[in-house]
């Protein structure tokens, strides 16, 4: 045999072993790529404690608090939301987009990050939309490093959603603070969602108004305020309003909440910060900067 043949076949040998080790390397690196990429979909709510192995369904949650008073039933909601009893698809947030222009001045951007649907009690399988009233809903965003939103948000929330549910009211009445009525509504709103295909873990809104942020709320101490229940039009069934008191809660009312953290031209900055910037605030909120945020999530004000 020649002895250039014989020599050749090793080195060959070598170079396959070489490039196929690099092309494991590179595919392995294409692969990193893609989940990195798929992950900047969403960002892990890490602050929200892991749900107990014993924590009860959305249905029995519902079952233990039928004959409790409103107050009561808040409680008994905070004290199964601090355990970390919640469906898992919500510690998944997404991604919201704003943007505003000043005057004379190139557009900015925000990236905020939220719940994809509204506060519940229970599993993946079995959950409850939770109504919480203001003091409430603060009380649970200050234990997790969250806020709540603004109308802005809201409405940016609805533009944004990959999953817009048809609103669907109750006739009015005493029973629209009830378990029976929060169960009801439930059931309609999964029939909504199931017509419409919408996975869980999907940006979703339109079946709720949301428990929102407004410098009314100074102005009108012991109220709170909502907005939203959007139409698939894009208007608001419920224009903003701080009719009700700062206890209310009915089986209309949602609770979505916003990282505490916003991203303005890929930097990070605390959104108190930015809501309090006469420069910055529009990109969150149509009021210009909504005075003393932080006083408005402090469920003691």
Aim: hydrophobic fraction near 35%.
């Amino acid at each position: 045999m020649n002895r250039k043949a014989v020599l050749y076949k090793p080195v060959v040998k070598y170079v396959v072993l070489l490039m196929g080790l690099f092309l494991t390397l590179w595919s392995m690196t294409l692969g990193a790529e893609r989940v990195e990429m798929h992950s900047s979909d969403t960002q892990r709510a890490e602050t929200i404690p892991p749900r107990p192995k014993d924590g009860i369904s959305g249905s029995e949650f519902a079952r233990q608090t039928a004959g409790m008073s409103g107050a009561d039933r808040q409680q008994a909601a905070l004290a199964e939301l601090r355990r970390g009893n919640i469906p898992e698809f919500l510690r998944n947030l997404k991604p919201v987009t704003l943007s505003y222009a000043p005057s004379g001045q190139d557009a900015l951007t925000a990236v905020i990050w939220v719940m994809p649907d509204y506060l519940a009690i229970g599993s993946n399988e079995d959950f409850l939309r939770m109504p919480l009233t203001y003091s409430s809903a603060t009380a649970i965003a200050n234990d997790w490093g969250f806020i709540l939103p603004t109308r802005k948000i809201v409405d940016a929330i609805y533009k944004q959603s990959t999953c817009h549910l048809k609103p669907e009211p109750l006739p009015p009445g005493s029973n629209m603070r009830s378990s029976e009525y929060y169960l009801k509504h439930r059931k309609m709103i999964r029939a909504e969602r199931q017509r419409a295909g919408c996975p869980l873990g999907e940006l979703t809104s339109g079946h709720k108004k949301d428990v929102v942020l407004t410098n009314l709320l100074l102005k009108k101490p012991g109220r709170l305020a909502i907005y939203g229940w959007h139409r698939r039009s894009g208007k608001p069934i419920q224009p903003l309003s701080t009719v009700h008191g700062a206890e209310y809660a009915d089986y209309s009312h949602g609770v979505r909440l916003v990282s505490q953290t916003v991203w303005i031209d890929k930097r990070p900055k605390s959104i108190f910060d930015v809501l309090e910037d006469p420069v910055l605030a529009p990109l969150l909120t149509y009021e210009g900067e909504i005075l003393k945020p932080r006083r408005l999530m402090d469920q003691k004000r």
